[in-house]
């Protein structure tokens, strides 16, 4: 009970010199809060001690806790992490990271921009309408329908397409991709009717034939682009999927999932296919996500004939789904690089798939020798694999070299962990042990925010 006495009130707590530190980031509230939390549970924990603790050494604790929830904060607020794990499309860093040209398009569409109006006629015109040119100039696509992903573009199709109907579906294309994207929901959420055919490993062109009935609306290929089947298979091409469906007048959709604009064989990056084959080819309605290997912001597009995509767009799920000014802008500014710059240095997701072993050898090299500066690490170059991530190219490793990191004191994780919650805040792989940093996903200008983020842990 004495020592209880002995707690200082909120308010005294909120002047103390670190606190007040707190209150100028956080405000008055928040940071009141973290205190008023802090009193309660050493309020707790003083019933459960025997001796007494003097108030100076409570204060102390106190700000200890509270100094804590701040750092909290700071390691869940959305902000910038270096990223060090050689995954290109790393999803939980959010995937491709933009290009100059997108962010400064989106600084431009920040305030007021013609959204919705045709500036010529002053008549309204609908969100997107900016974009049907370059797509058509990159693709050869009729028209376009922006949405919030492709998981949207997905069920809205489905929905507008095939609501009631049934849609023909190979078994060996039933994916399901991370964050809940099952197609079998996919379905069931747009109310069109999975039609499956064919076996795991193998699906015919007669097995499209024998499910059609005059319940069916389209057939629909799927990319498989997080895995592959690998021995006795059999896909049918979208070529002859085209075919199928112009024979019994219903739609061929193509979810080609990742929306790959450019031939990166050469690369070697295979199995991807492209945009613009995939209209070629015939397909009704193509649909992809932009931040995959487009490298673009994060939305789903669909590109096809006019009067599908008008279809599309009068569905009441479209409003629902609409994207916002910003993306639309982000996309614009990806899409003029790749039709007027040079897409392979300026768009992030392509330098970075595209960067040689030997620049990446470089590169880690050179990091190496300053890193060899801090002396509580120990760093070498050698080489490893990067990994294309997103869900796309899965059985594609990229060779790449490496900085292998490892702490006179610290192991791995801990290591990994200081460096996520630190400053700047970075992600790395672990791997036996060791902590792994990858320089072909660090943005040259971030080469410095790496040797800072390791400088901080060693002082
Ligand atoms: C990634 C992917 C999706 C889902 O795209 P999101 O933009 O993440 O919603 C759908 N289909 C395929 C084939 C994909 O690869």
Known sequence: MEALRQLPSVDVLLNEEAVLGLVADWGRETVASWCRAALDGLREDLRARSDPTPRASLVEELIVQVENRARHARNVALGPVVNATGVVLHTNL?????????????????????????????????????????????????????????????????????????????RGQLIEIGGSYRLPEIFRQSGAILREIGTTNRTHARDYENAITPNTAALLRVHPSNFRVMGFTEEVPIGEIVEIARRQQILAIDDIGSGCLLDLTPYGLRDEPTVGQSLAR???????????????????????????????????????????????????????????????????????LTQSADILRQRALKLTLELQEFSAFHCQAQPGMSAVGGGSLPM????????????????????????????????????????????????????????????????
């Open 94 to 170: 959010g995937r491709a990271p933009l290009a100059d040209g997108a962010v400064a398009a989106m600084t431009r569409a920040a305030h007021y921009t013609n959204l919705e109006v045709d500036l010529e006629s002053g008549k309204r015109s609908h969100r997107g309408s900016q974009l049907d040119d370059l797509w058509r100039g990159l693709t050869g696509a009729e028209a376009s329908l922006i949405v919030n992903n492709c998981a949207a573009a997905t069920v809205l199709a489905l929905q507008a397409l095939a609501m009631g109907r049934e849609v023909v579906v190979s």
């Open 282 to 352: 015939g397909a009704d309605l193509v649909l992809f996500s932009g931040d995959k290997l487009l490298g673009g912001p994060q939305c789903g597009v669909l590109l096809g004939r006019a009067e599908i995509i008008q279809r599309i767009s009068q569905c009441p799920l479209a409003r629902a789904v609409r994207v916002d000014k910003l993306t639309l802008a982000a996309l614009q500014g990806t899409l003029e690089i790749y039709r007027n710059g040079n897409p392979l240095q300026e768009i992030p997701v392509l330098r970075m």
């Open 396 to 459: 594609v490793e990229l060779p790449t070299w490496v900085i292998t990191v490892s702490h006179e004191t610290w192991p791995a994780h801990q290591l990994a962990q200081y460096l996520r919650t630190g400053s700047p805040r970075l992600m790395a792989r672990v791997e036996n042990d060791l902590l792994i940093l990858d320089p072909r996903t660090v943005l040259p200008h971030e080469e410095s925010q790496l040797r800072a983020a390791l400088g901080n842990l060693s002082k």
